[in-house]
Antibody, heavy 119, light 110 residues
Framework: QVQLVQSGAEVKKPGASVKVSCKAS????????VNWVRQATGQGLEWMGWMNPKTGDTGCAQKFQGRVTMTRDTSIGTAYMELRSLRSDDTAVYYC????????????WGQGTLVTVSS | QSVLTQPPSVSAAPGQKVTISCSGNSSNIGQNSVSWYQQLPGTAPKLLIY???KRPSGIPDRFSGSNSGTSATLAITGLQTGDEADYYC???????????FGGGTELTVL
């Protein structure tokens, strides 16, 4: 059974960085891409980017370019998403989700990590 | 503003059928398959439909998907109160080289 367990809630000040982890289990970590999606309170889903855990290749939405870094540690089956230069409008729940290669859909999702940006 | 367009809300009575539309363009739905997600209050999204009309294991056949050109539709029959949730469509946009979602549709079962 695929399970994605994310790190706990974070409170950050504007200008700081946050790094969210996503530990995978129940499947071979390198076989599925990891996508990151965020959701501000009361708002819809916003796709942030993807990572191929096997190669380390990544891609992200234009609005996050230069501000987001997605990495992984294959030895422990964990993906990471770091967002820098945080602003108040980055306050949201951040989700990781697995996506089969060459697919456009995400079949398993983490529980979400609330990141609050406040002075 | 979302790349894919969904109605903000739909409603129907228990036992009835409801459809949720998702409109895109030739760069996204016109070239890639659509997925649908159900998000119950306070929980993570859950995959309902993938590759336009396929259901993951465990998803009842009351949920179905279809596609026509640059639009997709999610249909839910035999509505239950437990179906009250937000529903999102998603796909890949070749021009943006990015994943895209609809703005979400809130389903109310009256």
């Amino acid at each position: 059974q695929v399970q994605l367990v994310q790190s706990g809630a974070e409170v950050k000040k504007p200008g700081a960085s946050v790094k969210v982890s996503c530990k995978a289990s129940g499947y071979t970590f390198t076989t599925h891409h990891v996508n990151w999606v965020r959701q501000a309170t009361g708002q819809g889903l916003e796709w942030m980017g993807w990572m191929n855990p096997k190669t380390g290749d990544t891609g992200c939405a234009q609005k996050f370019q230069g501000r987001v870094t997605m990495t992984r540690d294959t030895s422990i089956g964990t993906a990471y998403m770091e967002l820098r230069s945080l602003r108040s409008d980055d306050t949201a729940v951040y989700y990781c989700a697995t996506t089969p290669p060459d697919s456009t859909w995400s079949d398993s999702w983490g529980q979400g990590t609330l990141v609050t940006v406040s002075s | 503003q979302s790349v894919l367009t969904q109605p903000p809300s739909v409603s129907a009575a228990p036992g009835q059928k409801v459809t949720i539309s998702c409109s895109g363009n030739s760069s996204n739905i016109g070239q890639n398959s659509v997925s649908w997600y159900q998000q119950l209050p306070g929980t993570a999204p859950k995959l309902l439909i993938y590759e336009t009309d396929k259901r993951p294991s465990g998803i009842p056949d009351r949920f179905s998907g279809s596609n026509s050109g640059t639009s997709a539709t999610l249909a839910i029959t035999g509505l239950q109160t437990g179906d009250e949730a937000d529903y999102y469509c998603g796909t890949w946009d070749n021009s943006l080289s990015a994943g895209v979602f609809g703005g979400g549709t809130e389903l109310t079962v009256l």
